[in-house]
């Protein structure tokens, strides 16, 4: 057996981190110097979140810039990863007997490029994608973890990506910082400690966490990635947090490192 990789789950934030220095890019590169090289990456974001289960075997993906309203030069930006037939068809192996289409033409969306940018600069570490489905209940993706873990054993790093808290109409657009509101630190705050305290798998009912749930998580897409990652988790896992934060007041940043 070779080494076991862990599993992160990273807060991506706005789309401009993929070109900007700030404190969560280094704590993403950091990171990303911290680890074994992977054999492959997969990515699990709140950006292909859509009602099927899909993997990408796109063997040259294409940088999607899925937003408007930005700089030219984000625009500009790509990140040539490779793809991987031979991953996407290892994760369809695993998940058997769901029915996973394989999709031959799928890019990398900005939750993807975003951050592994800060990790792995020189692209040239295979990725593909994981869709999120959108007609399953949180349980289908905490399970669907849990199947995927022989391969963090097999050299493939599994990546989540989205925000714990995620309220853009609560987020302040103000360019002078401003302190994260009592509501998303309580619920940030419950989710660290459910984590540590080896209660993850009660996050699938995020929805039972009040008004603080209802608030930081007002549509399910950047919080499910968090719980294929805890779905990942192995007896013995240590977790940290590499990265920790509250933008715009409503905006959580916190990565989770389990293994």
């Avoid at 990863?81 to 192996?93: L, W």
């Avoid at 669907?144 to 097999?154: C, S």
């Avoid at 603080?212 to 399910?220: K, T, Y």
Wanted: charged share 20%.
């Amino acid at each position: 057996m070779g080494t076991v990789m862990p599993a992160v789950f990273l807060g991506h934030g706005n789309p401009m981190n993929a070109i900007d220095s700030n404190i969560y890019t280094e704590g993403w590169r950091v990171f990303g110097r911290s680890i074994p090289r992977p054999k492959a990456i997969l990515a699990i974001s709140a950006h292909w979140y859509v009602p099927e289960t899909a993997v990408s075997s796109t063997r040259s993906p294409e940088t999607i810039h899925d937003f408007y309203g930005f700089p030219r030069e984000l625009y500009d930006f790509t990140w040539p990863a490779p793809g991987s037939p031979k991953t996407a068809e290892r994760v369809r192996e695993l998940l058997q007997p769901l029915d996973l289409r394989i999709d031959g033409q799928r890019g990398l969306d900005h939750g993807v490029w975003s951050v592994l940018c800060h990790l792995f600069a020189d692209a040239d570490i295979p990725v593909v994608q994981l869709s999120i489905d959108e007609t399953k209940e949180p349980e289908f993706h905490y399970e669907t973890g849990r199947l995927l873990q022989p391969l963090r054993d097999e050299g493939v790093l599994i990546v989540g990506s989205g925000n714990i808290v995620h309220n853009l109409r609560a987020y302040s657009w103000s360019e002078a910082p401003v302190p994260p509101l009592d509501w998303a630190l309580r619920f940030e705050e419950g989710v660290r400690t459910a984590i540590l305290e080896g209660r993850g798998r009660e996050l699938v009912r995020y929805r039972m966490m009040g008004e603080e749930g209802r608030l930081a998580v007002p549509s399910p897409d950047h919080f499910l990635p968090l719980l294929y990652i805890l779905g990942l988790q192995s007896e013995g896992d240590a977790v940290t947090f590499p990265v920790e934060g509250i933008e715009g007041g409503a905006l959580s940043m916190l990565s989770v490192r389990v293994g």
